[in-house]
């Protein structure tokens, strides 16, 4: 069956220290891959998809940056955080026209 | 381009009352049409999706929704709230560009509150 793994829960950090976060997907190959943050008080915001290794596509210019560097991992990566960046973060796969979402991070930049 | 109204930010029932979430869509292609739930610092949940054949697509928890061209809209439903049914909820569309993505484009979402 598939799954999907996104670590870790929560995270503090801050101002000014790196981020990485990571999302493995198991059970499916070649998936489409996304980052979404949630700040409070807004919805859904679609940050990266991936179609394919290597291939990142940006939807917003930000602080954030993403890679795929296996065709199952999708890492979400900052040099330097700023306090926007705090929110939830959630990872998805797609699959027959919808998503499945990892159970995601809440950040806290401080 | 694809956009997703939820109209009603928040919503409160009592229990064991009908659950009604609005959701208006526009799209350019033959739509794609989901509702997510999402539980407090959780994931989302994927609850119905319509993608073709029957308009009235029913889902996990009792919910249902039906899709309604004319109207553009794909409003959801469940006849009798539980205090379980608390949560927010999110309408979504697809862009069925497989090459781009897939991209699905959320609503604001609304807040449901089951009052006993």
């Known amino acids: 069956s598939q799954t999907i793994h996104q670590w870790p829960a929560t995270l503090v950090q801050p101002v000014g220290s790196p981020l990485s976060l990571e999302c493995t997907v198991e059970?499916?190959?070649?998936?489409?891959l996304y980052w979404y943050r949630q700040a409070a008080g807004r919805g859904l915001q679609l940050l990266f998809y991936?179609?394919?290794?290597?291939?990142i596509s940006s939807e917003v210019p930000q602080n954030l940056s993403a890679s795929r560097p296996q065709d199952r991992q999708f890492i979400l990566s900052s040099k330097k955080l700023l306090l926007s960046d705090s929110g939830f973060y959630l990872c998805?796969?797609?699959?027959?026209?919808?998503?499945?979402f990892g159970s995601g991070t809440r950040l806290t930049v401080v | 381009a694809q956009s997703v109204t939820q109209l009603g930010s928040h919503v409160s029932v009592s229990e064991g009352a009908l659950v009604l979430l609005r959701c208006n869509y526009s799209?350019?292609?033959?739509?794609?049409l989901f509702w997510y739930v999402q539980y407090p610092n959780q994931g989302l949940q994927l609850l119905l999706k319509y993608t073709t054949g029957a308009t009235l697509v029913k889902g996990i928890n009792g919910f249902e929704a039906e899709f309604k061209k004319s109207e553009t809209s794909f409003h959801l439903t469940k006849p009798s709230a539980h205090m379980s049914d608390a949560a927010e909820y999110f309408c979504a569309v697809s862009d069925r560009i497989k090459a781009a993505g897939n991209k699905l484009t959320f609503g604001g979402g609304t807040r449901v509150l089951v009052k006993p």
């Open positions: 991936s179609v394919g290794i290597g291939q």
């Open positions: 799209s350019s292609v033959p739509p794609y």
């Open positions: 998805a796969y797609g699959q027959g026209g919808g998503y499945t």
């Open positions: 059970g499916t190959s070649n998936p489409n």
